[in-house]
T-cell receptor
Framework: DAGVIQSPRHEVTEMGQEVTLRCKPI?????LFWYRQTMMRGLELLIY????????DSGMPEDRFSAKMPNASFSTLKIQPSEPRDSAVYFC???????????FGNGTRLTVT | EDKVVQSPLSLVVHEGDTVTLNCSYE??????LLWYKQEKKAPTFLFML????IEKKSGRLSSILDKKELFSILNITATQTGDSAVYLC??????????????FGTGTRLKVLA
């Protein structure tokens, strides 16, 4: 079991650029989550998918953020255009069932200058 | 509004000490409470608690839930420097639309000195 795999590990970009974060969930897990972690706000849920379908995107900050899950083994979180306040660690997590523990990837540390 | 509050915010102890971390919550449609350990990278799962009064144990770590008083504690005995981490509490709640949602606390930062 390779765990949840995220890429890139670090991303440094300039304000206004497009950023794409990638995630491969654990095989067989039906649920995929995107979280953002900052010192001020802790872990915040952005969006989650069940069987590749977005279920709750109420945590997506604004239209600059979008997420897709084209198949069971891949998801992307895109920010366009990026802003300095988007700087944070973005975690992807997956779970087997809706009430199972979350398994987190190692995160992508995003810095927008 | 749903709340998960952890205390203390941070803690410094010496190896061999015993620590107790607290998590209180106010959420609707409670399903379960989970503890995670976060070192430099991903939070890793420790315990899931759904019933009051039943202690979960793993080595030097243990946890218990009180659903009447709406809190949980995580105990670590004989602490080691490897226990240094942020400990996160999360509550899983149901929603009116039939979905589930995790609410995370902001964590307790534990530092264990040699």
């Amino acid at each position: 079991d390779a765990g949840v795999i995220q890429s890139p590990r670090h991303e440094v970009t300039e304000m206004g650029q497009e950023v794409t974060l990638r995630c491969k969930p654990i095989s067989g897990h039906d649920y995929l989550f995107w979280y953002r972690q900052t010192m001020m706000r802790g872990l915040e849920l952005l969006i989650y998918f069940n069987n590749n379908v977005p279920i709750d995107d109420s945590g997506m900050p604004e239209d600059r953020f979008s997420a897709k899950m084209p198949n069971a083994s891949f998801s992307t979180l895109k920010i366009q255009p990026s802003e300095p306040r988007d700087s944070a660690v973005y975690f992807c997590a997956s779970s087997l069932y809706r009430d199972s523990p979350l398994h987190f990837g190692n995160g992508t540390r995003l810095t927008v200058t | 509004e749903d709340k998960v509050v952890q205390s203390p915010l941070s803690l410094v102890v010496h190896e061999g000490d015993t620590v107790t971390l607290n998590c209180s919550y106010e959420v609707t449609n409670f399903r379960s409470l989970l503890w995670y350990k976060q070192e430099k990278k991903a939070p890793t799962f420790l315990f899931m608690l759904t019933s009051s009064g039943i202690e979960k144990k793993s080595g030097r770590l243990s946890s218990i839930l009180d659903k009447k008083e709406l809190f949980s504690i995580l105990n670590i005995t004989a602490t080691q420097t490897g226990d240094s981490a942020v400990y996160l509490c999360a509550v899983l709640r149901g929603t009116t639309s039939g979905t589930y949602k995790y609410i995370f606390g902001t964590g307790t930062r534990l530092k264990v000195l040699a």
